[in-house]
């Protein structure tokens, strides 16, 4: 979405910049893309006034001007324009001054037809303010002589382009921007007054159908259009737009057609209601008629195609044939033109999905589509249409004889979610007053009242992304300045679900890659591209035809990363990627889809080093060749799928992975590749493997003991050789299921031992399930421990 920093100055009543603008926006509204300034490339133009004009002794059609230029002496300039009179004030170009579309080319002083000219006047073509060149433009303005031509003309203004996501459709018009500025800037928005007679009576309501001066209304879908309005304005004179409209227009790139329409997309641009505007004489009837298409149905649209339209499609009629693909695309058998002298004006809600399908379904998409299948604000309708006949009446002339009609077969009231200040506070972890959170719905257009420990909250009709308490919340957050919050990290209290295991796989591949000292970095390519192979799955409704099908294999996309690397001149490239590829799945049936592990190579064995010569002797680094492949392809196979082998390609290019079973199925393969490399670079490698995703493990329930632990200490001495592990084997083995735990307290090595021998010794804790043990019990598990030790490993029972 565009929008001009000057719209919106006008809409809060205080001048902004560009860049703050920005900021403030990107902060706590959208993402801003760019700030692109306009007609800054005016600031060598000044203001000039014509003292004197007489004819070119050399040519007919050439005036000689003495031109006032604020320098002094008057200047002499050559002028072909025939409308160039003494007293006028003009925009002037000086020698040296560079103009919109000359590439940079200054201007300069030169003779035409002998006589030598000091600059040059200026027409709204040259200046790129419009696309009249017969005659120069002519300023009204106070300003002497020298002015710069931007500050006395108030067209320098910035481009601002908002990333405005799908949920946000009220930021698609300058009255919606502006509201949200409001709240960190501090004031109001209010609509430019336009100069025009008093606004006509409330609209008419029907339920689905009605008539309007004189033209028939049937609303045969109301599924489709579920609010739809009509005015009727008569007398109007169609005639090239004033140049406050078409200014408007062309800041945020649009370009005048006529009075009539220029104000309709005036509308759009400033609140987000789609108009449209039929010539009255063309429609057959005179009569509007909202159904839907019939089967094999036609129409040829705006831009001359012929398209076909289905039921599920939503159209406008007149009495006889399809006018406009409704929320799409109009065509010309009802557009407004020269001769039109009287106006239907339409203003609509169209249902979204259905607007959505249409656009997808016709392949063509406008600025009014855009914003349907988005939603607008179907209680907003009234006011949008009442500033539209405003605009039209002032810019265009004519009468309302009849109230606007409004068939709504099924009114909606605003909707009203409840809020609860405990759960906000809840949520985002501090408290927020409820002094303060009404402060900041009200700013946008929430209407707050209190209801005992909660808040019912009106949600005004341009907000259709907000159904719940935690949009609301949601809405605080964003508004109070999410930098206002604390970024420490507090208490909280851990899950209890299990991580996924196919997370846990992959966050084990990926430390143990980042972990190996092989200067591997992780990336992260889209999962969408090119078809890379046969078995490559097409996106029903791609972004663009590079990212058409969802990838099959890793490599592809991280190929596509080292020749951007490439690019740039970066020779050394180490990247691999863990990542879902998609394969085909029989008809009806989704996409099969494979956790894979790839990896690509490139550039020198080893880092640069102070003892490798010279940093200028870079030559000498080796590179990487076909057996450094083969080491990063066994370190892949060993954390992906270590059950599976690397054995030699079968056509000896490279290795392969494969299971060490009967099947022998091969997981993966590294071989070297080809790319569009600069001269430079050195050989390309890469590999690619499936990854086998582990399973946890159980948990087993087992209850707390009920009967009592006899604890007895055991100290052996062992010899030489044997180790305290060995001992706790036998010990163990022996002890069998009475035996519950074994722990080693303490070694002695000193006087009292044999020599080369040390003590040590063990607690044993016996426990049966079922009953108390005995004292004869544990003496037998004991005495049966001791003797199997002293039989296999020649250890004693230390005496006292």
């Known amino acids: 979405m565009i929008v001009s920093r000057r719209w919106l100055e006008t809409l809060l009543s ?41 004819q070119h002794p050399n040519a007919d059609r050439l005036s000689l001007c003495q031109v006032d230029a604020g320098g002094g002496a008057a200047l002499e300039v050559v002028c072909g324009a025939p409308n160039v009179q003494a ?70 203004d910035d481009q601002i382009v908002i990333d405005v996501s799908a949920n946000r459709p009220d930021l698609l018009c300058h009255k919606g921007v502006a509201r949200e500025l409001a709240v960190s800037l501090g004031g109001t928005v209010k609509l430019p007054p336009l100069p025009t007679p008093p606004p006509p009576k409330a609209p008419v309501r029907g ?28 007398g109007v004179k169609v005639q090239p737009t004033p140049a406050w409209l078409a200014n408007r227009l062309q800041s945020v ?17 400033e609140v987000n209601q789609p108009l449209h505007a039929f010539d009255l004489a063309r429609l057959r009837g005179p009569a509007v008629v909202v159904r839907r298409a019939k089967p094999s149905e036609k129409i040829v649209t705006l831009d001359g195609v012929e398209r076909k339209l289905t039921p599920e499609m939503t159209v406008i009629c007149d009495a006889e044939r399809p006018t406009i693909v409704a929320g799409v695309m109009g065509s010309a058998e009802s557009e407004v033109s020269e001769s039109t002298t009287d106006v239907v004006l339409e203003a609509a809600y169209f249902q979204p999905t259905r607007i959505r399908r ?10 009014s589509s855009y914003r349907f299948e988005r939603g607008i604000d179907m209680l907003g309708m009234p006011e949008a249409l009442g500033r539209a006949i405003d605009l039209i009446r002032a810019v265009a002339g004519g009468e309302i004889r009849e109230a606007p009609l409004d068939i709504w077969p099924e009114p909606q009231q605003p909707r009203s979610v409840f809020l609860r200040e405990a759960r906000v506070a809840h949520l985002l972890g501090v408290p927020v007053p ?27 009709g341009w907000r259709p992304d907000v159904t719940r308490e935690v949009d609301l919340i949601e809405e605080v957050a964003r508004l109070k300045g999410y930098d206002t919050f604390p970024d420490e990290l507090r208490p909280y209290r851990p899950t209890t679900v299990p991580e996924a295991p196919s997370e846990i796989t992959l966050h084990h591949v990926r430390e143990h890659l980042v972990r190996s000292g092989s200067g591997l970095l992780e990336a992260r390519t889209l999962p969408l591209g090119p078809a ?53 799945a029989p008809a009806g049936a989704r996409p099969e889809e494979e956790l894979h592990l790839g990896i690509v190579l490139t550039g020198a064995r080893h880092p640069q080093h102070w003892s490798d010569g010279a940093s200028g002797e870079r030559a000498k680094l080796p590179d990487m060749d076909i057996w450094d492949l083969k080491q990063h392809f066994e370190l892949a196979v060993g ?76 100290s052996l001495v062992l010899p030489a050789g044997v180790t305290a592990a060995a001992v706790a084997d036998v010990l163990r083995r022996e002890g069998g299921s009475l035996l519950e735990r074994l722990e080693m307290l303490d070694e002695y090595r000193g006087p009292g031992l044999p020599a080369a021998t040390r003590g040590v010794t063990w607690r044993c804790t016996f426990r049966a399930p079922d009953r108390t043990l005995t004292e004869q019990e544990t003496n037998a598990a004991l005495d049966k421990m001791l003797r199997a030790a002293e039989a296999t490993l020649d250890v004693r029972r230390r005496s006292a």
């Open 14 to 54: 205080r001048s902004l910049e560009g860049k703050d603008v920005a900021d403030r926006l990107a902060r706590q509204v959208a993402p801003v893309d760019a700030v692109v300034p306009i007609h800054q490339d005016l600031r060598d133009v000044l203001i000039a006034r014509v003292l004197e004009v007489k």
């Open 87 to 156: 007293g006028k004030t003009y925009p002037f170009a000086p020698v040296g001054a560079t103009l919109p579309g000359g590439g940079g080319l200054k201007l300069e002083r030169r003779k035409i037809r002998g006589v030598e000219s000091n600059g040059m006047l200026c027409s709204a073509k040259e200046l790129g303010l419009g696309v009249d060149h017969a005659g120069i433009l002519e300023l009204d303005t106070q300003a002497p002589p020298g002015t710069p031509f931007l500050e006395a003309i108030p067209v320098a």
């Open 207 to 234: 339920k689905d159908r009605g008539a309007v001066d004189g033209v028939e209304v049937r609303v045969e879908d109301p599924e489709g259009a579920p609010r739809y309005m009509i005015a009727v304005i008569r």
């Open 253 to 269: 790139g649009q370009r005048s057609i006529n009075n009539i329409v220029d104000a309709t997309n005036y509308i759009l641009f």
């Open 358 to 367: 249409t656009r997808r379904a016709l392949g063509v998409s406008s600025e």
């Open 434 to 460: 409820r002094k303060e959170i009404e402060r900041l719905l009200s700013a946008v257009g929430f209407v707050v009242a209190p209801r005992e420990e909660r808040m019912a909250v009106q949600v005004p």
């Open 532 to 584: 890379d192979g046969p078995d490559a799955v097409p996106v029903q409704n791609p972004l663009s035809a590079e990212e058409a099908h969802l990838r099959s294999r890793l490599l592809p996309g991280l190929l596509r990363r080292v020749e951007h690397n490439w690019s740039v001149g970066e020779r050394d490239v180490r990247l691999f990627e863990v990542g879902t590829v998609f394969k085909k």
């Open 639 to 714: 954390v992906a799928a270590p059950f599976c082998a690397v054995q030699p390609a079968p056509d000896g290019a490279g290795w392969v992975a494969a299971k060490e079973d009967a099947t022998g199925e091969v997981w993966g393969a590294a071989t070297p590749l080809e790319a569009d490399a600069p001269k430079w670079a050195a050989p390309l490698y890469g590999l690619e493997i499936k990854i086998a995703v582990g399973q946890p493990a159980l948990f087993r329930y087992q209850p707390l003991p009920t009967q009592p632990p006899v604890v007895r200490d055991l």
